[in-house]
C-alpha cells in the first residue's frame, strides 16, 4: 500500500471510529428510550399511582393452575409503521397472572395469537389455522387494521363471539364482535362534539386519505348537522409533507370562530399541530380537537407546554394512572407481567388488559368443565355489566346486530407533557345512526348496562 | 377560487420548502456530476441526522447546536464512508447500478429507523422556529427565512465553486471524461470523496431543515427526495441554477395547490407533473434541434 492509500486507509479507519461512537450513543440511549416508552406510551401518567395486587388476578391466589388448558386466540397487525401487538401480549400478561393464581376453576389459559400484515389472503388463512390445527375455542384480545372486515363472516358461520380492539367498520358493525374501544368514527364524532362545546361555530375535518374514510366521514357530518354547525371535511395524503400549508389551509377553512379537528395518526397529527403553532395559527381559530390516537403523552410531550389546555382530545379509555381497581391492576399486572408490552402502559395496553378481563369473567360464569368453542362463546355473548374504571360505562356482548358498548368517553388534553382528563365522561352523540341504535338496543335491555 | 390573500401564507411556505428541496437538489446534481451516482439515499441520511440528534437532545441531555452539529457531519460521514466504501467497485458499473445501490443504503438507513425509534410521535422544533415577523399580516418564521436563504447562498457558492477552483475544475472535468480526467493526472479519488463529503452535509443539513418544517419522521423524511430528484431531472442533472429554480417552482406549485380544494388532494403529484412535462418539453427540443441539423 502506498503512503497515499495509507492516509486513506486510516481516514476511513479514523471516521469509522467516530461514526461508531455517535452510534453507540444512539444505541445506549435507545434503552433509555424503551423505558420512555413504558412509561409514557399512552394517555396519562401522573407520579406514584397506587401499587396494584396481582393476586387479585384469580381466585386462588398463589396457586398455578395445572388442568387441561382453555385455548385462546387472536390475530393482530404488525408491520412496518403499523405494531398492535401490545394489546395481545397484555391479554397474555394478565391470563399469565390469572393462570398464577388458580386459572378458570384450575384450567390455565393457553393463548396464541398470531401478526398479519393486512394481506386479506393470509388473515383468512390465520383464522382457520386458530381453529382448525390450534383448536383454539375462543377469539380474544386481537387487533387488526382489516381483520374484522376479513373474518366476521367465518366467525358467525362458527357461533363465534370475537372480543376484538380493531380499526375497520366490521368492528363495530356486525353482531359477532364486540370491542373495549369505539374506533374512529365515533372518536371522531366525539372531538367534534368538544371542539364545538368549547365554542367552535364552524369545523374544518380533516382526516388521511385512505380507504374508508367515507365511512368516518359520516359520523362527524350528521353530529354538525344535529348542532346546527357547519362542517368542511378534507381528506389529506399521509406522510403529510407539506404540514404548514395544511395547517393554514384548516385554519382559513375553520374561520376564527371555528374549530379544527384532527384524525390521524400521532406523527401525523403531531406536523399539523406544529406547523399551526410555528405560523401563529394555534390562536387563530377558537378550538382544536383530535381523535383518539393523539392521546398519547409522546404527542403531549412533542407539542411542548403551548398547547396545554388548548388541543381537546377524545378518549376512549380512562388516564393510565387512574386510581380505579381495574387500572391500579393493571399496572401491577403490567410492572410483573408484561415484559413482552413495548410500548408499556398506553391505550394498546388497557385494551388488551380490558379484553382479557372479559373474556376471564366469561369463562368463569361457566358451569361444570365443558369449556368447548359453544360454551365459551355463549358465554362471551352473555357477558354484561362489566363494571371497569378504564371505560366510562359497564362493558356488554349481548345478543345485537352491533355492539359499540364504549359509546360514552372523556376528553383529554396536554398538561406539561402529559395527557390529562379535561372533560369527565360525556355520551357520544346518537346524532350519529349507530350510536342512536345502540342507546335503542341499551334502554330495551337496560341489564346490559348495569340498570333493572 | 380561493382570494390572494387566502394565497399569500402559501407562498412562503412554498419558498420555504422549495428551498430545502434546492438544497438537496444541488447536494444530488454536484455529487453526481463528479461521480456518476445519483444518490437515493440522500433522504434517509438526513432523516437518521435528525433523529440522531433528536436523540441527543432527548435522551442523552445535549444542547441542541452540538446536537445540530452532529446531524450536519453524520451526513458527511455517512455519505463520505460510503463513497469510500463502494464508489471504487462501483465507478465502472451502469449509472443504474449505482443508484440502486445507494437505494440500498437507503433502505439499511430506514431499517435502522424504524429498529431503534419506533413510529412513536417526536418533534424537532428548531430555535428560529419560535421568532419571526410579518409580511403584509402572514408570519414568517426565520427557519423558513433560514430554508430559502441558505439554498440560495449554497446554490451560488457551489455554483462559484465548480467554476473557479481547482477542485470545481476537477469535479466538472470528471463529469464529462472520468479516464481522461484521470489520465491527466487529477486526483480522482480525492476528488470523488470531497464531492460525497460535501454531498453528505448538504444531507445533513437539508434533514435538520425538513425536520422541522415538514416533521421528524424517518419515511416522510426519506421519500421527501423524491421532490427534489423531480427538480435535477427538470435539470437534467446538469445544472445547479436550473435545479434551484426547478425546486422552487415545485415547492410553490405545491403549496399554492393547497387551497385549491378541488385539486387539492392530488398536489402530491406535482414534482412528478413538472418533471414529466419538462422532460417532454425538453426532449421535443432536442429532436427539433437533431432534425433541423439533419435537415
Partial sequence: ?452 | MPSFEDFKPFIVTGLALGGVYALQGVGIVVLYRATGVLNLAFGAVGAFGALLAWQLINHNGWAQGPAFVVCILFGGVVTLLYGLLFGPPLAARDPLVKAVATLGLALILLGAMSWIWSDKARSMVLPSSNHGFEVSNVLVNYTQVIAFGFAVVITVTTGLFLRFTNLGTAMRALANDREITATLGVPVRRVEAFAWLGSGLLAGAAGLLLSNLVGLDAATLTFLVISSLAATLIARLRSIYVTFIAAIVVGMVNALITPILSISQYRDMTPFVLATVALLVLSGRKNQALTGRAG
Fill in chain 1, 1 to 452: 500500500m502506498g503512503k497515499r492509500g495509507r492516509t486513506w486507509a486510516a481516514l476511513v479507519v479514523v471516521l469509522a471510529v467516530g461514526l461508531a461512537v455517535v452510534l453507540s450513543a444512539c444505541g445506549s440511549s435507545n434503552k433509555s428510550n424503551t423505558t420512555a416508552a413504558t412509561s409514557g406510551g399512552g394517555a396519562a401518567t401522573n407520579a406514584a399511582p397506587a401499587a396494584g395486587d396481582v393476586t387479585k388476578c384469580g381466585t386462588k391466589p398463589g396457586t398455578k393452575a395445572t388442568g387441561t388448558p382453555i385455548k385462546l386466540g387472536a390475530i393482530v397487525t404488525k408491520q412496518p409503521g403499523t405494531d398492535f401487538t401490545d394489546g395481545a401480549t397484555t391479554a397474555q400478561a394478565y391470563f399469565n397472572c390469572v393462570n398464577d393464581n388458580g386459572g378458570i376453576n384450575g384450567h390455565p389459559i393457553q393463548y396464541k395469537y398470531y401478526t398479519e400484515q393486512t394481506d386479506p389472503a393470509q388473515i383468512a388463512g390465520l383464522a382457520h389455522k386458530l381453529i382448525e390445527t390450534d383448536k383454539v375455542v375462543g377469539i380474544v384480545g386481537g387487533f387488526s387494521i382489516i381483520e374484522c372486515a376479513v373474518d366476521h363472516k367465518y366467525w358467525e358461520g362458527l357461533g363465534i363471539y370475537e372480543i376484538d380492539a380493531g380499526i375497520a367498520p366490521e368492528c363495530y358493525g356486525t353482531p359477532n364482535s364486540s370491542a373495549p374501544n369505539m374506533g374512529p368514527r365515533y372518536s371522531s364524532d366525539g372531538a367534534v362534539q368538544a371542539a364545538v362545546r368549547a365554542g367552535a361555530k364552524k369545523i374544518a375535518f380533516d382526516q388521511s386519505n385512505v380507504p374508508g374514510t367515507g365511512y368516518i366521514a359520516a359520523g362527524p357530518a350528521a353530529v354538525t348537522k344535529s348542532l346546527n354547525v357547519p362542517i368542511q371535511q378534507f381528506k389529506d395524503n399521509v406522510p403529510i409533507q407539506d404540514a404548514n400549508s395544511i395547517a393554514i389551509k384548516l385554519v382559513q377553512a375553520a374561520g376564527s370562530d371555528g374549530g379544527v379537528v384532527l384524525n390521524f395518526t400521532p406523527p401525523e397529527a403531531l406536523k399539523i399541530l406544529q406547523a399551526a403553532q410555528q405560523q401563529g395559527l394555534a390562536d387563530r381559530v377558537k378550538s382544536w380537537g383530535c381523535s383518539t390516537p393523539c392521546n398519547t403523552d409522546f404527542v403531549a410531550k412533542a407539542l411542548g407546554t403551548q398547547w396545554d389546555g388548548k388541543l381537546l382530545v377524545n378518549a376512549e379509555l380512562n388516564v393510565t394512572d387512574a386510581p380505579g381497581p381495574q387500572s391500579t391492576l393493571y399496572r401491577a399486572v403490567l410492572k410483573q407481567y408484561g415484559k413482552n408490552v413495548t410500548g408499556g402502559l398506553g391505550s394498546f395496553s388497557q385494551m388488551g388488559f380490558s379484553m382479557a378481563q372479559f373474556v376471564v369473567q366469561a369463562l368463569n360464569s361457566i358451569k361444570g368443565e365443558d369449556y368447548s368453542l359453544k360454551s365459551v362463546n355463549t358465554a362471551i355473548k352473555n357477558v354484561k355489566n362489566f363494571k371497569t374504571d378504564i371505560l366510562c360505562k359497564p362493558w356488554y356482548y349481548g345478543d345485537a346486530p352491533l355492539h359499540i358498548p364504549n359509546n360514552t368517553d372523556w376528553t383529554t388534553t396536554p398538561n406539561k407533557g402529559k395527557m390529562v382528563i379535561k372533560e369527565q365522561c360525556f355520551p357520544i352523540s346518537d346524532a350519529d345512526p349507530a350510536i342512536k341504535q345502540v342507546r335503542a338496543i341499551e334502554a330495551k335491555d337496560p341489564s346490559l348496562t348495569g340498570g333493572s
